[in-house]
Nanobody, 121 residues
Framework: QVQLVESGGGLVQPGGSLRLSCAAS????????MGWYRQAPGKERELVAT???????NYADSVKGRFTISRDNAKNTVYLQMNSLKPEDTAVYSC???????????????WGKGILVTVSS
């Protein structure tokens, strides 16, 4: 079974920083795209950032210049460095991965359970 586990969330003041991590574990042959999504109270889930296995990145306009996504392929881990945080960044952040469990497997999509980030003074 494959699991994605997020860590690093919590309470931070406006203007502060947090670094989220998401580690994938289990039977994994290869991970393709990885990404971070968020869902604020009363709102739909939205894309925050994605990164390919080769390191190409994509960001939501609302976080460009403030957030940085990166990954460590050897550790099957994706990171989200969040700087200059705003109250409107408050949300449950979830990681997502497209991966193969074996060389002849089809690509499957997995989600972590999510972690809360609260930006408040």
């Amino acid at each position: 079974q494959v699991q994605l586990v997020e860590s690093g969330g919590g309470l931070v003041q406006p203007g502060g920083s947090l670094r989220l991590s998401c580690a994938a574990s289990g039977s994994i042959f290869r991970i393709n795209n990885m990404g971070w999504y968020r869902q604020a109270p009363g709102k739909e889930r939205e894309l925050v950032a994605t990164i390919t296995s080769g390191g190409d990145t994509n960001y939501a306009d609302s976080v460009k210049g403030r957030f940085t996504i990166s990954r460590d392929n050897a550790k099957n881990t994706v990171y989200l460095q969040m700087n200059s945080l705003k109250p409107e960044d408050t949300a449950v952040y979830s990681c997502n991965a497209d991966l193969l469990r074996s060389w002849n497997d089809k690509i499957s999509n997995y989600w972590g359970k999510g972690i809360l980030v609260t930006v408040s003074s």
